[in-house]
């Protein structure tokens, strides 16, 4: 069965770090992957997404994720951290037929920006 | 911003009494979701649609029921609320591949006195 691993429920950073959230995965076939951001009292919206293909894959706000099949790993990164970018953020695969419908996420991963 | 409303926004309700939520949709997707999502447990599924009338049970469905009766409007109900369902709660759609992303509503946050 497909899962996901957010390892660390929190980070913190200080303003301009580097932003990594890791993300690993299991899946017995090829999987499509996802990233997610929650602002606070709002609903999730895509940052990112991986469809096999291009191993590194760009999204909004400056995040980029890599997938590393030989790790079964899809990490977020971002070079600068902004204020801005304190959220939640979910790694989440694709699953198809069974009774758990289309997505499993993560725990989720809630990120601090340090002046 | 797709066009995805929950209603009511914010509930307080009695144990044992029944309560539904609704989720519309103005974007003709066919998959629909209901996700509940708690501390430390991420976003968990309770039920989802894959067209009107046809639906089926999540990992969480226990104690929830869901009815589609036109595409755009996906009900939950909690048949008689219990504490533990105290929670938030998005409704979600996609057109429903492995690959297509969902969208997500504002959420509900409904707690259970």
């Known amino acids: 069965a497909q899962s996901v691993t957010q390892l660390g429920s929190h980070v913190s950073v200080s303003e301009g770090a580097l932003v990594l959230l890791r993300c690993n995965y299991s899946?017995?076939?090829?999987?499509?992957l996802f990233w997610y951001v929650q602002y606070p009292n709002q609903g999730l919206q895509l940052l990112l997404k991986?469809?096999?293909?291009?191993?590194l894959v760009k999204g909004i706000n400056g995040f980029e994720a890599e997938f590393k099949k030989s790790e079964t790993s899809f990490h977020l990164t971002k070079p600068s951290a902004h204020m801005s970018d304190a959220a939640e953020y979910f790694c989440?695969?694709?699953?198809?037929?069974?009774?758990?419908?289309?997505?499993?996420f993560g725990k989720g991963t809630k990120l601090s920006v340090k002046p | 911003d797709a066009g995805i409303t929950q209603s009511p926004r914010h509930k307080v309700t009695e144990t044992g009494t029944p309560v539904t939520l609704r989720c519309h949709q103005t974007?003709?997707?066919?998959?629909m979701y209901w996700y509940r999502q708690d501390p430390g447990h991420g976003l968990r599924l309770i039920h989802y649609?894959?067209?009107?009338?046809?639906?089926d049970k999540g990992e969480v469905s226990d104690g929830y029921s869901v009815s589609r009766s036109k595409t755009e409007d996906f009900l939950l109900t909690l048949e008689s609320a219990t504490s533990s369902q105290t929670s938030v709660y998005f409704c979600?759609?996609?057109?429903?591949?492995?690959?297509?992303?969902?969208?997500f509503g504002p959420g509900t946050r409904l707690t259970v006195l």
């Open positions: 989440a695969v694709s699953v198809w037929g069974g009774s758990q419908g289309n997505l499993i």
């Open positions: 649609s894959y067209g009107v009338k046809d639906t």
């Open positions: 974007e003709n997707h066919r998959y």
């Open positions: 979600a759609i996609s057109e429903g591949t492995s690959f297509d992303e969902q969208f």
């Open positions: 899946s017995s076939v090829p999987p499509y």
């Open positions: 991986y469809t096999s293909a291009a191993t």
